[in-house]
């Protein structure tokens, strides 16, 4: 059975930086690529960061561009996203997933993590 977790969300000020982790077990950890997802209430579900199997490769959302970092240590079968200057319209339930597709959408998704809320505010 694959399970995917992340943790590390929590309230921050605006300005403020946050690290999220993700784990996956019961896939072979190396062969995916990883993407962090991001739903506020009321909005649609959008893709936030996108990083490559070995890690080579990352995509961003123009919204995060410069201020989010994703990275993975394989080893540790451990995805990250560090968060920084975050500000109010951050604030969502982010998730992690893993795919076998290069593509920052969740078509191409097929593990998912239950979530973790990140508050940001003013």
């Known amino acids: 059975q694959v399970q995917v977790v992340e943790s590390g969300g929590g309230l921050v000020q605006a300005g403020g930086s946050l690290i999220l982790s993700c784990t996956a077990s019961?896939?072979?950890?190396?062969?995916?690529?990883l993407g962090w997802f991001r739903q506020a209430p009321g909005k649609e579900l959008e893709g936030v960061s996108l990083?490559?199997?070995?890690?080579?490769?990352?995509r961003y959302a123009g919204s995060v561009n410069g201020r989010f970092t994703i990275s993975r240590d394989n080893a540790r079968k451990t995805l990250y996203l560090q968060m920084n200057s975050l500000n109010p319209e951050d604030t969502a339930m982010y998730y992690c997933?893993?795919?076998?597709?290069?593509?920052?959408?969740?078509?191409?998704?097929?593990?998912w993590g239950q979530g973790t809320q990140v508050t940001v505010s003013s």
């Open positions: 997933a893993a795919g076998r597709s290069w593509g920052l959408s969740p078509q191409y998704f097929d593990h």
């Open positions: 019961g896939l072979t950890f190396d062969l995916f690529n």
């Open positions: 990083i490559s199997s070995g890690g080579a490769n990352t």
